[in-house]
């Protein structure tokens, strides 16, 4: 279990998880049939909605570390998180699709700027023998959020569609709050979080290991789009099974997300990072090809939870194998590297798979494609050399870099 002096990098970490990824992107999945049931957009509309997340959130990975070491760190954070508050309040009432797409956009933007920036500060203050313990909690952050809308969501939308974007605003907001909480008791490394220029130098090489971990990563974007995007709806409304069989699952998969990066963390010590990543990219295959087979209650429900939590468990694997391989030093951007090739494929496939939708009218074959990636992903990394990076080599990364 985590220390006491640990709860403020968790408190950081978890809450950026939660809001960039958990809020800002996952809790429309369940939103995305109510807003085309009550009529605010048609169905091609709402998909591409839930890609303008994507797209921003691509913006985001690419701007986090320059931003990072130009302006302070709690700046950054705070109002990314301000943003995501504001995406939620001001969508919570019919409007163009001009401004929801901004929106969404933006929210987006402020998840990807989370994503890299929120783990990094976190694990960076975490003496090197308790790191894989809280990234393991670090990351939970995005089951919570799965599992918060669609506890949520349901009961929400009972009232009206605006309510639940409201509520979605106050836990973002929330979120916030712990995290400035967690932040202002960080003590962190001058070296990581310096805003001198010496820091603002070109990348690290990426030695052969760690470059196809990135990309890798980059694969699992694309995977992982039919669960996180398309899921509810294709449960809902492809299949009839209504809104409260479709959130059920929904509940499952972010059960599922809160269990992974506990797992992954446990995998990665007994296994090793670069055995258990390589069996996670062949189980979250086999996951996604499940609704091929059969949406029976059984199938559909080993689906949602399996890929619950190989969702979550393979960003703890592989900023475990990152770590690995490259040390804390060269970490954030690294790490902020993997990011933009997650977001750039994850952008690509949402617009992508969106497109594929309107021109098919069904979402079935979007899972044969995500576990086609994944297998391949899965290929990629067992040509991956697993010998890790050792502290003379990591010097030399970062003064190549630097």
Request: glycine share 10%; proline share 5%.
């Amino acid at each position: 279990m985590p220390s006491r002096s640990d709860l403020p990098a968790i408190a950081v970490g978890t809450t950026a998880t939660l809001a960039a990824v958990g809020l800002a992107r996952l809790a429309y999945t369940p939103l995305l049939p109510a807003v085309i049931h009550q009529g605010w957009f048609h169905s091609s509309q709402a998909v591409y909605l839930g890609a303008a997340n994507l797209l921003g959130y691509l913006l985001g990975a690419l701007l986090a570390v320059r931003l990072s070491e130009r302006f302070d760190t709690r700046k950054l954070l705070g109002i990314s998180f301000a943003s995501i508050v504001l995406s939620f309040v001001l969508c919570a009432l019919p409007a163009a699709f001009s401004w929801f797409f901004v929106w969404r956009f933006i929210s987006g933007l402020a998840g990807g700027l989370l994503m890299v920036l929120g783990p990094s500060v976190a694990l960076t203050a975490i003496p090197p023998e308790r790191r894989g313990l809280v990234a393991s909690f670090v990351f939970t952050g995005i089951g919570m959020g799965a599992i918060l809308s669609a506890s949520l969501i349901p009961m929400l939308l009972r009232l009206n569609l605006s309510a639940a974007w409201l509520v979605l605003g106050l836990l973002s907001l929330g979120a916030g709050l712990l995290a400035d909480w967690g932040l202002r008791r960080l003590t962190l490394n001058k070296a990581l979080t310096s805003t001198q220029p010496d820091v603002a130098l070109p990348v690290p090489a990426l030695s052969l290991a760690a470059l196809l971990v990135v990309l890798a990563y980059g694969l699992d974007a694309i995977g992982f789009i039919p669960h996180t995007v398309f899921w509810v709806d294709f449960l809902d409304r492809e299949n009839a099974l209504g809104t409260d069989a479709a959130s059920m699952q929904w509940l499952l998969f972010g059960i599922g997300a809160i269990i992974g990066p506990l797992l992954a963390g446990y995998l990665g010590k007994r296994l090793g990072w670069h055995r258990s990543l390589a069996l996670g990219f062949f189980i979250k295959a086999a996951a996604i090809a499940i609704p091929l087979l059969s949406i029976t209650l059984f199938w559909r429900s080993a689906s949602s939870l399996i890929v619950g939590i190989m969702v979550t468990g393979m960003v703890t694997l592989t900023s475990g194998r990152v770590m690995e391989l490259v040390g804390p030093a060269a970490y954030k951007r690294v790490w902020g590297i993997g990011a933009v090739s997650f977001s750039s494929a994850q952008a690509l496939s949402g617009y992508g798979m969106s497109a594929l939708y309107g021109v098919l009218g069904t979402y079935l074959p979007l899972f044969a494609i995500g576990s086609l990636v994944m297998l391949s992903a899965c290929l990629l990394l067992m040509l991956t050399p697993r010998t890790q990076t050792t502290p003379a080599a990591t010097i030399n990364l970062c003064k190549n870099g630097h």
